[in-house]
């Protein structure tokens, strides 16, 4: 058969389900390629496998010819649970080849799915259950690449984190755990473990406010066992949820006194304009080098 791939998102980020729908397919004998709506019609392929993650992006533009289409992903299937991989692609070795600089010696994948949180910002429990379950071992997804990116939502709210852990450890790899870890479940030995990897950088996060009292010990006691500061961690900090911009402020200046790296992340984004106080707190923080020039927002704000 001849199968066409279609990256919605197409947000510099690998398509993870693209590439495990490829890998199968090239693994059964078909021809896969990226899809070409200027030639597509010509010779429509038996195929277009169509993914899309984010709910914000705009859909594909053109018209898509091709025997039998299949459109799925969060930004497709959200908030109906959408539709899963079979477990024969599910559980298959992803083809890095169809994001060569992306994936240049970098691996990616969960080994864990699910979050006990149920937080009502988070499509997570949703989608994937209200308990973190391990899905996957390390040699799923990766064969030998020196970096690991890392998708999981909680990965140690899974009872088999130190197995995992260890996996992470044994693999001699740079990781990133590029979702936010849940500080508030930090226990020193897991921070031990954490020590004990290469790790390149890891993402925590500070979504309420309210969460303050929790928050601020834990960050300070992974600080004091790693020794890590902004280089390797950061701090995802979320806004326009249910926080005030007083709230915000002290959550930012509070991690960058710590030593940490907030890192702003909009609720709702796209329904904002442009102009919106929190668009400008976004690029203000996130823009390491003026972060750590403009020390208060309300000097970059006059800017």
Same mark, same amino acid.
């Given at each position: 058969?001849?199968?066409?791939?279609?990256?919605v998102?197409?947000?510099n980020?690998?398509?993870?389900p693209?590439?495990?729908?490829?890998?199968?397919?090239?693994?059964?004998?078909?021809?896969?390629?990226?899809?070409?709506p200027?030639?597509?019609?010509?010779?429509?392929?038996?195929?277009?496998?169509?993914?899309?993650?984010?709910?914000?992006?705009?859909?594909?533009?053109?018209?898509?010819?091709? /025997?039998?289409? !299949?459109r799925?992903?969060? =930004?497709? +299937?959200?908030?109906?649970?959408?539709?899963?991989?079979? #477990?024969? *692609?599910?559980?298959?070795?992803?083809?890095?080849s169809?994001?060569p600089?992306?994936?240049?010696?970098?691996?990616?994948?969960?080994?864990?799915?699910?979050c006990?949180?149920?937080c009502?910002?988070?499509?997570?429990?949703?989608?994937?259950?209200?308990?973190?379950?391990?899905v996957?071992?390390?040699?799923?997804?990766?064969?030998?690449?020196?970096?690991?990116?890392?998708?999981?939502?909680?990965?140690?709210?899974?009872?088999?984190?130190?197995?995992?852990?260890?996996?992470?450890?044994?693999? /001699?790899?740079? !990781?990133?755990?590029?979702? =936010?870890? +849940?500080?508030?479940?930090?226990?020193?030995?897991?921070? #031990?473990c *954490?020590?004990q990897?290469?790790?390149?950088?890891?993402?925590?996060?500070w979504?309420?406010?309210?969460?303050r009292?929790?928050?601020?010990?834990?960050?300070?006691?992974?600080k004091?066992?790693?020794?890590?500061?902004?280089?390797?961690?950061?701090?995802?900090?979320?806004v326009?949820?249910?926080?005030?911009?007083?709230?915000?402020?002290?959550?930012?200046?509070t991690?960058?006194?710590?030593?940490?790296?907030?890192?702003?992340?909009?609720?709702?984004?796209?329904?904002?304009?442009k102009?919106?106080?929190?668009r400008?707190?976004?690029?203000w923080?996130?823009?390491?080098?003026?972060f750590?020039?403009?020390?208060?927002?309300?000097?970059?704000?006059?800017?």
């Amino acid at each position: 058969m001849k199968i066409g791939l279609i990256d919605v998102d197409s947000h510099n980020f690998p398509n993870l389900p693209l590439m495990k729908i490829s890998a199968w397919h090239k693994q059964n004998g078909d021809e896969v390629g990226w899809y070409d709506p200027l030639t597509a019609w010509l010779n429509p392929p038996d195929k277009v496998y169509m993914s899309k993650i984010f709910t914000f992006t705009e859909d594909y533009p053109h018209p898509v010819s091709g /025997k039998e289409i !299949i459109r799925g992903g969060t =930004g497709y +299937d959200y908030p109906s649970g959408g539709r899963m991989l079979p #477990e024969e *692609i599910e559980h298959i070795c992803p083809d890095y080849s169809l994001y060569p600089d992306l994936c240049k010696d970098t691996a990616y994948g969960f080994l864990t799915r699910g979050c006990p949180r149920g937080c009502d910002f988070c499509i997570v429990a949703a989608k994937e259950g209200k308990c973190s379950v391990k899905v996957a071992d390390l040699s799923e997804f990766w064969n030998g690449q020196n970096n690991i990116v890392l998708l999981d939502p909680n990965m140690f709210a899974c009872c088999g984190w130190k197995d995992l852990s260890q996996q992470l450890i044994d693999s /001699k790899a740079w !990781i990133n755990f590029s979702q =936010g870890c +849940d500080i508030r479940i930090m226990t020193e030995e897991k921070a #031990e473990c *954490i020590k004990q990897m290469k790790v390149k950088r890891i993402h925590f996060a500070w979504d309420q406010y309210k969460d303050r009292d929790k928050i601020i010990p834990k960050l300070k006691m992974f600080k004091e066992l790693t020794g890590w500061n902004r280089d390797k961690v950061a701090v995802y900090v979320l806004v326009n949820f249910n926080t005030t911009l007083e709230q915000d402020l002290e959550r930012i200046y509070t991690l960058r006194d710590m030593g940490y790296q907030p890192y702003v992340m909009i609720y709702e984004k796209d329904r904002l304009p442009k102009n919106h106080v929190v668009r400008k707190l976004q690029r203000w923080v996130n823009m390491r080098a003026v972060f750590g020039t403009v020390k208060k927002f309300e000097e970059y704000a006059r800017l």
